[in-house]
């Protein structure tokens, strides 16, 4: 499924602070793009062995194999459809990214574009921590579903 994002009024793709600058913030973008395959198993190849990753609204994982389960699971219940990072900014292995997901609850097929602001720690060429904050009602009110249990 691709769909467009309705590009916010304050984002500028074409801006300098939209693209890579430097290894980390390249393999973050390259995540990011990733992201919409749903595909946990490709995807924890990102990941070191003492990673993190935590929804900030929902439990955190810790360890490669929980972050594994926890991407799986989220990916039996929504699809992450496509992922623009609008602005990204790095300095000793963390990465700050601000984008907006557009996802879809698979349950009732609704469909919500997300903004996301997200944390990333890279440690030699691999994620060791990933927080996202958003707010989880909205996305919840938007497509009938419930992620917060």
């Known amino acids: 499924m691709t769909q467009s994002i309705q590009r916010p009024q304050w984002a500028d793709a074409s801006s300098e602070a939209a693209r890579a600058h430097g290894a980390d913030e390249a393999l973050v973008l390259e995540f990011m793009d990733a992201l919409s ?21 929902l439990p955190a994982a810790y360890g490669r194999d929980a972050v594994h389960a926890t991407l799986a699971g989220l990916f039996t219940v929504m699809s992450i459809d496509k992922v623009d990072t609008f602005y990204i900014a790095s300095r000793d292995g963390v990465v700050f990214t601000e984008r907006v997901d557009l996802l879809t609850a698979l349950p009732t097929g609704k ?15 691999k994620i060791t921590g990933w927080r996202d904050y958003f707010d989880l009602r909205s996305f919840e009110e938007a497509v009938d579903f419930a992620l917060g249990g």
């Open 111 to 125: 469909s919500f574009e997300l903004p996301v602001t997200g944390i990333l720690h890279i440690r030699d060429g």
């Open 37 to 57: 395959s749903n595909d946990a198993d490709r995807l924890i190849a990102y990941f070191a062995d003492d990673t993190m990753y935590h929804n900030m609204p």
